[in-house]
Every structure is written in C-alpha cells, then in structure tokens.
C-alpha cells in the first residue's frame, strides 16, 4: 500500500457548527487517506456527518481542526481561490441532483470542465464525444438536462467528472434520487471508468445494494469513523 | 471566457417572456426619452429660428454698448462698416452665411386720425430682409418693400389696428433724428401688413427702406447694426467669439448674447424635460434591477454548481454584467429604432401642438409654430444610448455581486 501514490489525506479532522447555544460536531477526530484508483463509500445514517466529510475534504468547507491535503496540496494554507483552482484541475463531482447546466445540452455539460481548464477544442470533443460514448449516452449529445432523465442526467453528470481525467472524484449520494435499477447501473458504469481510468472514486450512501459495490467502506457514526474496511469480495 | 458568454445568452432566453417584457420597457423608455429630446430641441430651435429671424440674427454687429444703452447716436460709420464686411467675407469659407442684414433702430411715435401709437422703426434693405426674415410668408395684406420704394412703411399687425390702417392709407412718423435733440416727422404710406409672430413685433413694428430712413432720422450713411444669418445656430458663439477679437472697438454678440431672455427660458424649459428623464430612468433602472435580481436569486442552486465546477467568483459576476449588457444591447437597438423612426415621422410631419392646447403659442415673447418638428443631434442619440447602458450595467453590479457570493451555497447534501 505504502508504495501507492496518495490521493486524500485527512488528519485529526473536526469540523464544529455553532447552533444558537449548543455546538454540533459533524466530523469528529477524522483521520484517514485514499490512495490512487480507490473505490471508495462512505457510509452512516443520516446526519452522521458524510457531507460534511466531502466538503471538507476538498476544501468547499474547511475544518474546524486538522489538516487536509489533496495529493501534495495542502488544503489549509490555500485561500478560496486556490481551492477553487485545485478543484478545477483535481477534483470531480457528482452531486445527488441538479447536476448540470440547464441552458447547456449533455454534450456542453460533459465539456464544461475541459473547457474551463482550457483544454484545446479538438481535443475537447473527442474526449466529450468518447466518454458519452462510454456512459452510454451516445445519440443523446444534443439534449438539454430538461429533455433527459434523472438516470440520464447523473450519467452526464459522471461522464463530466471523468472527462477530465481527475485525481479524485467525489459524489454525495450519488443514486438518491434513482430507482435501484437505474442506481445499480450508475454503480456500475462509476465501478467500470474506475477500473478503466484508474480513477479514485469516494462517494457516499444510504443504499446497502450501493455499498456492496464499493471495494472500501467508511463508516460514519455521529462524525467520528466508527469502522474502516475493505470488502473483500473486490480489489 | 466563451463559455460564460455563452450560458450568459442562453440565460437571457430561459424566461423569454420575461427577457421580452424587460427589453420592450427598456426600449418604449428610450425612444420616449428620444422623442422628448427631439422634440424639445426641435422646438427650441424653432424659437430660436423665429427669434433670430425677427430680431437679431445669429451674430450682431454695433457699436459699443449699443446692446445695453441703444441711442440714435450710436452709429456705425462707413470705415467701421467696411471692417465689418470685411471680417465677415474672411469668414465666409468657414461657415456658411446666408445673409448680411444692415439696419437702423429708432423709438417713435405713429400718428393716423385714429390716434398714435409708440413704434419701433426698423430701416431694413428690403431684398435681402425680405428672403433672409421670409416676409412674404408673413404678410396678410399688401406688398412688401422692394428697391423702388421710398417713404413706403410695413407695419406690425397690432400697429396696424390700433391706427386702423390698411394698405395705401397714409400716416405720420416721428422720431428724434441723430445729433440733435429736434423731432423730426415725415409722411409715409402703408405698403403692406406683416403678422411675424413674435409678440411684441407685432404691436410695434414699423419698417421702412434704410436710405428712407437715414435720410428721415439725419443718420447720413450710418447703420446701427450689422445683423449676420447663418445656415444653422450651431456655431453661433465660435462666429461671436471670432468677432469679438477681430473688431476690438466693436460690440459683436451671439443671438445668445443678445437675447438673454432666451436662453433662459430655454435652459428652465430643459430643467422641466429633465425632470421627466428622471422618470423614465427610474422606470428603467427599476425593471431592469427587477429581473436581473430575480434572475439571479432564484438560481442559487446554478451558482453553487457552477462553484464547484471551478467557475470562479469573478466569471459568475462577468455572466450577470454580460446578460446585463445583453439586455442593454437589445434594449437600446430596440429603443434606438422606434425612438429614431418616430423622429423621422415628426420630423417630416411635425407634431401639431394644437391638438393639446388651443389659442396662441408663445414664450418670451416668441409666439411659434403650432407644428414643432422634431430635430435630433448625433449627440442626444448616443447619450442616451450611453445612459442606458451605463444604467443597466451599473444596475447589474448589485446581482452579479450576489451570483458573485451565492457561490458558497453547498451543493453538497443539504437538500
Ligand atoms: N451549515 C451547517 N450549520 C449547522 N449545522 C450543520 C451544518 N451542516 C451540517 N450541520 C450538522 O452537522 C451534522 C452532520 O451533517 P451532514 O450534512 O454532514 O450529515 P450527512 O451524513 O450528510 O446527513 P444526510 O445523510 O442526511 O445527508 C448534522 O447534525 C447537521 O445538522
Ligand atoms: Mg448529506
């Protein structure tokens, strides 16, 4: 393991909010790291602090105590826009919902990120086109969020993140607002680029059918990491 | 860059309706604001006309203080008329001039067997004051003045009743000549009848042939005023101020100058249009701070996404100022075209004033045309154009300001 390029590190990491009187721990004395082509969930039931974990942890919030680097930046020592920089270059994201641009079609979405970094045209589209193809989208480049389904939509939304060919993509809950079915087979497209890309993936859930497939588990219980275990039917 | 401008022009079309709506108030509200500049300019500058037509001209010649004191006596002798014409034949290349007027002013007293009446005679040479004050548009009886014409007079409308005279009947002037203090009188004939429009013109105007009235008031070859018309008012003060200099001993004033009354009534006139920019510029700034905080407030959920991606607080405050600006651009083709075709039609056909007032037009004196053409200058257009679109970008600074911040709304979980 020791010998793996690190992706995410998170050290002694607690974040507290301020409720009126009382002060609400959300992450509690976290430590832990990801290494390259991870596949990874975070598990705990509601308000045991997964959210806030994946803000934390690149930087869209910042902790309260300890420290957080993305492979050799760390995190603490850089203002808002640096993070919103190393986002750009390192992270991509799956948000439960409202994923994608309404005013841009699948295919602009898909792209928003190259085209953000400043990646050449021609370049652009071959990769886009390419990795729609990967999702199974192909066909459907030129529909707007409005004209595609939930499952549809959360396959842009992934053939954005990996377009780009991050370090680390991060969704929170991910499948929430799938049917099983169509949850399962956005797992499975996540698991596949994984093991295609070697892309490290971290990713939080509910859905124990959603958690089976993750390689590694993380379980939450009030903030603090309550067990940490690989699963060994994978990688 | 491309990208934000791009999502920026969708943005504008996802609530058409309202874009649409937003963009007609902005565009009514400019060709309105077009509208009453041009036809507050083209009213003013009918006065102006008339007055400068009927009185002074663009640029006078006289003697020094002749403006503030007046005086039979304050006369331009040959020498220094001669200098006059020659500055003014210097000049000519430069601006155009249309007609140079020589006259002489005297105070009087108008006699028939009705009674008399205080007048102010104008010696005029009849040709060119004829074509150069367009008399023959004024006349409502008789002829006007021509080069055989001896002691013939034209009178104002109102001397005309007062006396009740009418054309070929005879009546007495009187007047003080020059160098004396003796009154001299003559006879003379009415020759024609003028209505010029300008009030007190009207109840006092006299013109007589200028060597008639030399010869009558003992003024040899002296004028009182050497009155300049040029082709437009424009360039007015540069041509006074140009005087000025070139004829030190003499006193060379602009219509401005020379008509104080004027421009002030003009400068309240165009405090009063003012005031109903004012208005419309809040019924602009209003509709358009209105949709663009609307717009921007309910996209939350868009700016935090748009965060995450990388989108930085600087992109998301240039997306709101370009879909300002949008709106600004199409607001001001939209109200620089209807504004600009209205212009066009009440400059060929005027606006006819007595649909709304009935009787006489007039203000200081200068009663004008019921029909007011509108007249709008390269400089007004863009103005207002520039207004518009400083109004709406400096608008649009308050929401971009927000899309700007509303970043940091967690699209993270938190639903
Ligand atoms: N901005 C905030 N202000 C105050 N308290 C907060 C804030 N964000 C989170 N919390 C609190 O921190 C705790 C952890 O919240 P978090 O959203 O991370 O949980 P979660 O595991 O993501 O829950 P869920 O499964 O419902 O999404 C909760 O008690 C929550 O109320
Ligand atoms: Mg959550």
Known sequence: MGSKEMILRLQDVSRMYEQGQETVRALDNVTLSLEKGEFVAIAGPSGSGKTTLLNVAVGLDRPTQGKVWIRDHYLNSMNTHALARLRLEEVGFIFQSYNLVPVLNAEENAELILLLRGVPRQKRKTAVLQILEEVGLAGLEKRRPSELSGGQQQRVAVARAIAAEPALVLADEPTANLDSETALSLLKLMEKLNQEHATTFLFSTHDPRVMKRAHRIIHLVDGRVDRDEPQPSHG | ?415
């Open chain 2, 1 to 415: 860059m491309w990208i934000v401008l791009k999502i920026a022009w969708r943005n504008l079309w996802r609530k058409p309706r309202r874009t649409v709506l937003t963009v007609v108030t902005i565009s009514l509200g400019l060709a309105l604001l077009l509208i009453f500049f041009g036809i507050g300019d083209g009213g003013h500058n009918q006065m102006i006309e008339a007055a400068v037509r009927m009185g002074s001209g663009h640029v006078v010649i006289q003697q020094k203080e002749y403006h503030a004191k007046g005086g039979i006596d304050r006369l331009l002798d040959i020498a220094q008329k001669q200098r006059a014409e020659e500055w003014i034949r210097d000049m000519e290349p430069l601006f155009p001039i249309q007609h140079i007027l020589m006259r002489t002013y005297a105070s009087g007293l108008a006699s028939s067997s009705d009674g008399s009446a205080g007048v102010q005679i104008i010696g005029i040479e009849p040709q060119s004051e004829r074509v150069a004050s367009r008399f023959d548009d004024k006349l409502i009886a008789g002829d006007f003045l021509d080069s055989m014409s001896g002691n013939e007079v034209i009178l104002g409308e109102g001397v005309a009743q007062r006396l009740d005279l009418g054309v070929g009947e005879k009546m007495v002037l009187m007047a003080q000549g020059a160098g004396s203090t003796e009154i001299q009188s003559q006879l003379v004939r009415v020759k024609g009848i003028l209505r010029t429009g300008l009030e007190e013109s009207d109840q006092t105007l006299v013109l007589l042939p200028l060597a008639a009235s030399q010869e009558f008031l003992n003024l040899g070859e002296g004028i009182h005023q050497v009155a300049i018309l040029m082709s437009h008012s424009g360039p007015s003060t540069q041509v006074a101020e140009m005087g000025k200099k070139r004829l030190p001993s003499l006193e060379v004033l602009s219509w401005g100058e020379a008509m104080p009354e004027l421009v002030d009534f003009i400068r309240i006139d165009n405090g009063g249009n003012y005031i109903m920019n004012i208005v419309l510029f809040l019924l602009i700034a209003f509709t358009v701070l209105n949709t663009l905080l609307m717009s921007v407030l309910e996209r939350g959920k868009e700016f935090g996404l748009l965060h995450s991606l990388g989108l930085t607080p600087i992109k998301r405050f240039l997306m709101i100022l370009l879909e300002a600006t949008f709106m600004a651009a199409l607001s001001g083709l939209g109200g620089f075209g209807i504004g600009y075709a209205l212009h066009l039609y009440l400059n060929i056909h005027g606006l006819p004033l007595d649909l709304f007032y009935s009787g006489e037009l007039s203000a200081v004196g200068v009663t004008f045309d019921p029909v007011i053409y509108s007249d709008l200058s390269a400089g007004r257009i863009f103005s207002s154009l520039a207004l518009v679109f400083l109004l709406t970008l400096t608008l649009g600074l308050a929401p971009a300001w927000r899309a700007a911040r509303s970043g940091n709304i967690h699209l993270l979980g938190r639903t």
